[in-house]
């Protein structure tokens, strides 16, 4: 009398083709990911605002350069590391406050 085979456990014959698709469908991802974040960087990093165009920022009282710069970069007007770096340079960074 013969046993029957084992039926536990993973099918190993789909193991390696999994593998493979798996393998496949990280790399697609990756080269769409980096085509994404390429065109980004050649288009303008998301900036969306015409020059000379007025736009409005709200910043609270006692905000930090730092927090300035992420909400001028969430608004479309500058790039945050950008404006830190000129902050940084010109030493205004206590100089920076809320209003118009």
């Known amino acids: 009398m013969t046993n029957p085979p084992e039926t536990t456990g993973p099918d190993r014959r789909f193991t390696k083709p999994l593998l493979i ?3 496949a469908l990280f790399s697609v991802a990756a080269l769409v990911l980096g085509a994404l974040l390429l065109a980004n960087l050649v288009s303008g990093g998301g900036l969306n605002v015409e020059p000379g165009i007025p736009v409005t920022v ?3 009282a ?5 927090a300035i710069a992420a909400n001028m970069e969430a608004a479309g007007v ?5 404006l830190e770096q000129v902050v940084a340079d010109q030493g205004v960074a206590s100089q920076l406050q809320a209003g118009t």
């Open 58 to 60: 709200e910043v609270r």
């Open 62 to 66: 006692g905000s930090s350069a730092d």
């Open 21 to 23: 698709l798996g393998a």
């Open 78 to 82: 500058v790039r945050a590391s950008e």
